[in-house]
């Protein structure tokens, strides 16, 4: 693939030049290849954007739910078909490994497929009415335009999840993908949809510096909902904004997610989960778990093992597919994690397994005797470090993972499954799992969290509850009598 040609925006159905005097370089995270540069947009073309989402959004609501249906299983089929020359793409631009790459793409099938069902299960609705002669009519509607904001960890499946789900409602998107995966997250995106069929201007493509624009995107007067997905910092700024302009939000944001292990698990069990959602792309992934809330009475059997796994996983180029662990996004966030890491061995926390460090590189790192006021469990640390809380009893191991500002997943080891389901409807979190680890995400199932991890549910019928608003019109149908005229 010639990565040189993802270079342009898509407004109104074409591909052109940013109008910024600004360019973006798209580096390799691992080997710093220069992937393609890009001019960015200004705010002129966001005017373009929104005014191209506009004007064509009407007519997109009016096609029938059986051509809507057919443009996304089109894109579905040209998705698939692109997973060759996608994989080495995903792989050089997010520094993801070969496994990764695939199953995200995977996951962005998968939402596609549900959401293709979305157009027919929209209906409206008739309710009788407390007066006389009244009929009461329910429509269920496009919000209008979308302005989504998509992450860079999961950059295709998460702007695609609430891309797909806007387009299958009826409604128009601005995408505004994050610029180290804006390939991935937004052009493959625009490519897609283009070559599906779908009509001009219902979807498209912003790459933008936010030191240029500002909060121009989530502040402009066309889109009536913004969808983001990322840190909780960007997540509560958004919603302020969008709070005081009364748009709609729909905000999935970070995690803090706590994995217990009581006396009774299975610690093989537990281990193999554990190595799963710690590790998983390098633990740069939302629903990851943070901090493991280990029974004392299972602590050092369970940290053993832990220690003994994580310290064969292979760690270096992501184009190896025997590669489980590559390099993090951008050194800034290997820079966090060490920092992060010596406040807490400051504050008595032990490193057992310490990983080397190479530019971008982070071998897996296990830190034991941890406390839950230290910055390792209070910062969401997106790296593959293992944080190990040690708990004397089931009470305070739902009293620890409740210690947070977010909410968003977790996860319950227990050999008694009503027990692990007991301790998990006391944690507060939208989403958790009992003898599974944390990354979990299916496309029918309300995904979202709770506290600081965000506002609204995606996926199934709650994402187009999201994408939607409902109009109530009343027919009255013979004279009403009023109490005066």
């Known amino acids: 693939m010639k990565y040189a040609e993802w270079n342009q925006l898509f407004i109104r159905g074409e591909w052109k030049e940013g109008k910024s005097s600004n360019k973006y370089i798209n580096q ?58 996608l994989v080495p793409l995903m792989v050089r631009e997010q520094g993801c490994t070969v496994l990764k790459a ?30 006389a002669g009244k009929e009461n009519h329910l429509y269920c509607l496009p919000v209008g335009v979308v302005g989504v904001i998509a992450p860079w960890n999961f950059p295709l499946h998460l702007a695609m999840r609430s891309v797909v789900a806007a387009i299958a409602t009826g409604n128009a998107v601005v995408l505004k993908p994050d610029l180290q995966t804006y390939i991935s997250g937004g052009c493959v995106i625009a490519k897609v949809f283009e070559e599906a069929g779908l009509p ?14 500002g909060d121009y995107f989530i502040e ?9 997905t990322g840190s909780t910092a960007a997540g509560r700024h958004i919603a302020s904004v969008t709070g005081k302009h009364l748009k709609k939000t729909a905000l999935e944001l970070g995690g803090n997610n706590a994995f217990i292990v009581l006396e009774d698990a299975d610690l093989d069990q537990a281990v193999a989960a554990a190595m799963f959602g710690k590790f998983m ?28 796994k994580a310290s064969q996983l292979a760690v270096g180029n992501p ?13 800034n966030q290997v820079d966090k994690i060490l920092r992060v890491i010596g406040e807490s061995v400051a504050l008595g926390a032990r490193i057992v397994l310490a990983g080397s460090v190479e530019d971008n590189l982070m071998a897996p790192t296990i830190v034991v005797d941890v406390k839950n006021d230290m910055p390792i469990a209070q910062s969401e640390l997106f790296g593959p470090v293992a944080a190990i809380i040690p708990v004397d009893s089931e ?3 739902i009293q620890v993972a409740n210690a947070s500002d977010y909410g968003l997943s977790g996860a ?34 309300a995904f979202g969290g709770e506290k600081g991890s965000g506002l609204g549910r995606f996926n199934g019928k709650w994402s187009i509850e999201e994408f939607t608003t409902i109009k109530w019109i009343s027919v009255q149908r013979e004279p009403r009598h009023y109490p005066f005229s």
Request: proline content about 4%; some cysteine; overall charge negative.
């Open 220 to 228: 402009h007067p066309i889109p009536r909902m913004i969808s983001f």
């Open 412 to 445: 319950v080891f227990s050999g008694s499954l009503e027990r692990g389901e007991a301790v998990a409807q006391q944690i507060h979190t939208g989403m958790i799992h009992v003898n599974d680890q944390s990354v979990n995400d299916e496309p029918h199932i």
């Open 395 to 397: 009470e305070e191991a």
């Open 28 to 85: 390799n995270p691992y080997s710093k290849e220069v992937l393609a540069e890009i001019r960015l947009a200004n705010k002129q073309d966001m005017d373009d954007a929104y005014a191209s989402a506009r004007d064509a959004q009407r007519a997109w609501a009016k096609v029938s739910a059986t051509e809507k249906t057919a443009v996304i299983e089109r894109a579905i089929a040209i998705l698939e078909g692109k997973r060759e020359e």
């Open 102 to 131: 695939n199953v995200e793409i995977g996951i962005a099938t998968g939402f596609m497929r549900e959401a293709a069902t979305y157009p027919g299960r929209i209906h409206d609705e008739e309710l009788s009415s407390i007066t």
């Open 319 to 331: 184009e190896d597919p025997n590669t489980v662990i590559g390099p993090l996004i951008n050194r």
């Open 200 to 213: 001009s201007g219902v979807l498209n493509l912003v790459v933008s510096d936010l030191a240029e624009v």
């Open 281 to 308: 792309h390098q633990g740069q992934i939302c629903m990851a778990v943070n901090r493991f809330v280990v029974d004392r009475k299972v602590y050092g059997a369970f940290v053993e093992r832990l220690t003994d």
